[in-house]
């Protein structure tokens, strides 16, 4: 089927910056739009950004002007550029895709998830 991995989370200072890779692989035809999700500890998962294939982006309020997101067609990885970073950023980030397969078949994947942790 499809996998996805996620890489790039850590620990960093208020005002640092991380850079989140998500990479697909597998049995894929195409995978449309891309999203980062996060959920904090107590919270409900909620989505971060997206990117479309064609490379519309959307963003949760908190996070526009200090993220972004962006792809790569043709290495079926997202990445998400993320700025000026506060502590309530704190969460783990999951990558999710909606694929299809070279079998005809389709789903939403998603990745094991990266600890983000932003101290103050």
């Known amino acids: 089927q499809v996998q996805l991995v996620e890489s790039g989370g850590g620990l960093v200072q208020a005002g640092g910056s991380l850079r989140l890779s998500c990479a697909a692989s597998?049995?894929?035809?195409?995978?449309?739009?891309l999203g980062w999700y996060r959920q904090a500890p107590g919270k409900q998962r909620e989505l971060v950004a997206s990117?479309?294939?064609?490379?519309?982006?959307n963003y949760v309020e908190s996070v526009k002007g200090r993220f972004t997101i962006s792809r790569d067609n043709g290495k079926n990885t997202v990445y998400m550029q993320m700025n000026s970073l506060k502590p309530e950023d704190t969460a783990v980030y999951y990558c999710?895709?909606?694929?299809?397969?070279?079998?005809?078949?389709?789903?939403?994947?998603w990745g094991q998830g990266t600890q983000v942790t932003v101290s103050s």
């Open positions: 999710n895709g909606y694929a299809y397969t070279v079998d005809g078949g389709g789903g939403d994947y």
């Open positions: 597998g049995s894929i035809f195409n995978i449309m739009t």
């Open positions: 990117i479309t294939r064609g490379g519309s982006t």
